[in-house]
């Protein structure tokens, strides 16, 4: 079964940033899309962002042009640089793939709260 280990969360204010970093004990060069999640408190885990092996990035609407994800198959990791972050981007951040049945399990995530 595949570990994902997610870090880089923490409290930030308005308009900070934050880079947030997923390892995955398993060769994210097999997966063709992987994607950053997120459960803001009393909501369902929603997809955030995902990037494909060739690079091709989307992003929902409320985080686009403010959050870049980033992928390096070698190292197994998946990055995560939030910028400007508002009050509605707090929540805990999970990575996976994308669709998350492939790995088939969570990691722990990590909380990301923005408030002044």
């Known amino acids: 079964q595949v570990q994902l280990v997610e870090s880089g969360g923490g409290l930030v204010q308005p308009g900070g940033s934050l880079r947030l970093s997923c390892t995955a004990s398993?060769?994210?060069?097999?997966?063709?899309?992987m994607g950053w999640y997120r459960q803001a408190p009393g909501n369902e885990r929603e997809l955030v962002t995902f990037i494909t092996r060739s690079g091709s990035a989307k992003y929902i609407d409320s985080v686009e042009g403010r959050f870049t994800i980033s992928r390096d198959d070698a190292m197994n990791s998946l990055i995560l640089q939030m910028t400007a972050l508002k009050a509605d981007d707090t929540g805990i951040y999970y990575c996976?793939?994308?669709?998350?049945?492939?790995?088939?399990?969570w990691g722990p995530g990590t909380q990301v709260t923005v408030s002044s």
């Open positions: 398993r060769r994210m060069s097999s997966i063709n899309a």
């Open positions: 996976n793939s994308v669709p998350e049945t492939v790995f088939g399990s």
